[in-house]
């Protein structure tokens, strides 16, 4: 195909074959090392209920509390925002990882602050879990964790 092309446009394609797959690499490198901007200073979440060492029953009503952010839905990359996810029995995400998508990690990208959930009787750890539009955690600063005992059936 090069050859079929006058010098002139080869003496231009050519460079641009070679330097392309470094740019790509640079930008896939960046990405991947790319760090959410940090949480707004004395930005803080907390569960608005239940209360740490609470027992519930099912199913257990969960509100989130967040100061000094704002929550949009998950996609908005405005600085100071983000949304919540609950971690069922799990610790927080370090900084700048995506929160996992699975039954422990509860995802609320439409900007939800409330929701319920159904838990095995016994004790559990609730962690709430502040993240940018794009699901990056903003690390432990940005989470809380509280224990709660989950009454049987009677």
């Known amino acids: 195909m ?13 460079p641009m074959l070679l330097v392309s797959p470094l740019l790509g690499a640079s930008a896939a490198a960046y990405a991947q090392s790319a760090q959410p901007a940090p949480a707004a200073p004395a930005a803080r979440v907390f569960f608005v209920t239940p209360k740490d060492g609470a027992t519930v029953t099912n199913p257990v009503v969960v509100k ?23 971690i069922i029995d799990g610790d927080p995400v370090p900084a700048g990882q995506v929160v ?15 929701t319920t959930v159904n838990l095995t009787p016994g004790d559990h750890t609730l962690t709430m ?6 699901h990056q955690s903003y690390g432990p600063a940005m989470s809380q964790t509280i224990k709660v005992h989950v009454k049987g059936q009677q």
């Open 129 to 134: 879990q502040f993240a940018n539009g794009a």
């Open 64 to 86: 989130f509390g967040v100061e000094g952010m704002a929550i949009k839905p998950a996609g908005d990359m405005s600085p100071n925002t983000g949304h919540h996810h609950l």
């Open 100 to 114: 996992p998508t699975d039954d422990a990690h509860l995802h609320f990208g439409k900007g939800q602050t409330e």
């Open 2 to 14: 090069l050859r079929s092309m006058p010098v002139s446009m080869r003496r231009m394609v050519v």
